[in-house]
Structures are given as structure tokens and as C-alpha cells.
């Protein structure tokens, strides 16, 4: 199943793709988070069956498909390609950070530079997983079960501070500049998800899936999730000995090469840009850039 959440006359609902249209399924709860809390998703496909009358999806807008997460989990340093790319040793174990759950927007909204820092706002499209039901000390030969399905999450990212990162000395100095690097991501608008969250059965093989990102059109990232350093099972693995994740939580799995700063010569987005996320069995997620 393809689960979205739509807005029409103004107010956002929860649905399911069908067809060319959209079932509405606001009688199994008020957003998707709350679908995937009560454990509905075996209704949604019962309802799916009665063939219920479905809302044209051309009178809709798609919004991001989890717009309240307890949390995104964002996993760095994590394609062995982009590694190279930004000359980073392998990590011996995943690296992540939680990113603003207010910065996230949905397929065709803006992303807006943010004024202070507008020169260096760089793309990272990353395969992600939302989460089913609780999951803590969950070991990787069980952690998909916990999974609900996937959707796409675009990383963008302020890199005004990267550099710094590399040149900082002493104890605090390499700590503040990862921390304001870690800051240019949570700029609003700097996280784009969607455009639904493809239930875990649409999907066949979670660590074999084509990215491609584009820059008006032209190709900057593409890759496939089998170049993950740690796969999906690992990160919900290794991260739920920390967290208790919850239904509708988020992870990010990284992103890989083809990023803006680690071309020659660098390139960064500009307003007027559009930018495109797609993954295989996922979809595509669009965004353009403004001032």
C-alpha cells in the first residue's frame, strides 16, 4: 500500500493510494502516526477491499506522509561512496543525529534558503523507514518486522560549517564545529519527505533499491542502498539498544555520493532550482527552492 497524507479544502487528512484516486481513511484515525499507533494497517487493506469511493487524486495536495514523528533519526557517514567523497574514514559503528521534526515539508513545497546562510544549501537524498509498532533491543534478524514501510527524506543541509570541521583543533574546537554543522540542517524547510510511505510488503528488498537524486534534471546522485555501510536491520539494530522507537518514527539512512560540496568545482542549490529524489519502488519526491 501507498499511505499519504492529503489536504483538500484545507485541512490534512490520512489516506491510501488507489488508482487514480485517493481512499480516505480518517475513520481509522485522525493523522497516519496514529493509524500506525493503533495498529490499523490489516483494516486499511479491509477497507481497500469494500472498494470505497476514492477522492481524485488531481484535486489533492500531497503533504509530508508522517508530518508529526516523534522523531527523525538521521544517520550520517553511512554510503562508502560518500565517504570517499568527503574524505571520511569508515565508522566502526553507525553516527546519527536527531533532525528538527518542525523543518519537515512535503512533496512540492518550497525549500527556502535561509538568509543568513544561503550560499552553500546542499542536497541529500536518502532512503528512510518508519517505524510499525515499539521497538527496543530489537535484534537485526528481527528489526524489519518492526518496520512499517519506507519513504524518502531529503537531507538538506546548510555546509557552511564543514570545513571547519576539518581544520579545528584541540578538544572543543572539533565539538563546536560538528555541532554547527549539525545545525545547518535544521533550518526550516530542510526536510522534505515523501511522497508516501510504501508499506514494508510493496518493498522487496530494502538493501537493493536504485537513488537518484536530480538537480533541474540533471543527475547528481546515483546509487543504491547495497553501497549502506550498515543496512537497514543494523542502524534499527544498533540504535533501539538507545531508543524506544515508536509507531511513525523515522529513520534516515544516509546519503550517498554526488552531493554538492563534494564536487570540483562545488555546487550548491540556488532559487529558481528544482530538486528530485526518487527511489525505486518508493517514488518520487520534488521540491523547488526559493529565497
Not at 493523522?31 to 487524486?57: F, N, T, W, Y
Not at 518486522?145 to 519513504?151: I, L, S, W
Not at 533499491?209 to 542502524?235: E, I, W, Y
Amino acid at each position: 500500500m501507498r499511505l499519504v497524507t492529503f489536504e483538500i479544502a484545507g485541512q490534512p487528512r490520512p489516506g491510501v493510494l488507489a488508482g487514480d484516486g485517493i481512499v480516505d481513511l480518517r475513520a481509522l484515525g485522525a493523522d497516519l502516526r496514529g493509524i500506525l499507533q493503533s495498529g490499523s494497517l490489516e483494516r486499511v487493506q479491509s477497507m481497500l477491499k469494500s472498494a470505497p469511493a476514492a477522492i481524485p487524486a488531481k484535486s489533492a495536495r500531497l503533504l509530508a506522509p508522517i508530518q508529526n514523528p516523534g522523531m527523525v533519526l538521521s544517520c550520517g557517514m553511512n554510503y562508502y561512496e560518500h565517504l570517499k567523497e568527503m574524505k571520511t574514514p569508515v565508522p566502526q559503528k553507525p553516527a546519527a543525529f536527531t533532525k528538527s521534526v518542525a523543518s519537515i515539508i512535503g512533496p512540492g513545497e518550497p525549500i527556502v534558503l535561509p538568509p543568513s546562510n544561503p550560499a552553500m544549501v546542499d542536497w541529500e537524498g536518502e532512503f528512510s523507514v518508519v517505524i510499525g509498532k515499539p521497538c527496543h533491543r530489537v535484534a537485526a534478524a528481527a528489526a524489519l518486522d518492526y518496520v512499517a514501510g519506507y519513504t524518502i527524506v531529503n537531507d538538506v543541509s546548510a555546509r557552511d560549517w564543514v570545513a571547519p570541521i576539518f581544520s579545528s583543533t584541540g578538544v572543543m574546537g572539533p565539538i563546536h564545529a560538528w555541532e554547527h554543522n549539525l545545525l545547518g540542517k535544521m533550518f526550516p524547510t530542510f526536510c522534505p519527505m515523501g511522497p508516501a510511505l510504501v508499506t514494508r510488503d510493496e518493498v522487496p528488498d530494502p538493501n537493493h533499491l536504485r537513488l537518484t537524486t536530480r538537480l533541474n534534471g540533471k543527475a547528481m546522485q546515483s546509487s543504491n542502498t547495497d553501497d549502506l555501510v550498515f543496512n537497514v536491520a543494523q542502524l534499527i539494530e544498533y540504535y533501539s539498544q538507545f531508543y524506544r522507537f515508536l509507531p511513525g518514527d523515522v529513520i534516515t539512512t544516509g546519503s550517498p555520493s554526488g552531493v554538492g560540496y563534494g564536487r570540483n568545482p562545488k555546487l550548491f542549490m540556488r532559487a529558481g532550482d528544482v530538486i528530485e529524489v526518487e527511489v525505486e519502488h518508493i517514488g518520487l519526491l520534488r521540491n523547488p527552492v526559493v529565497s
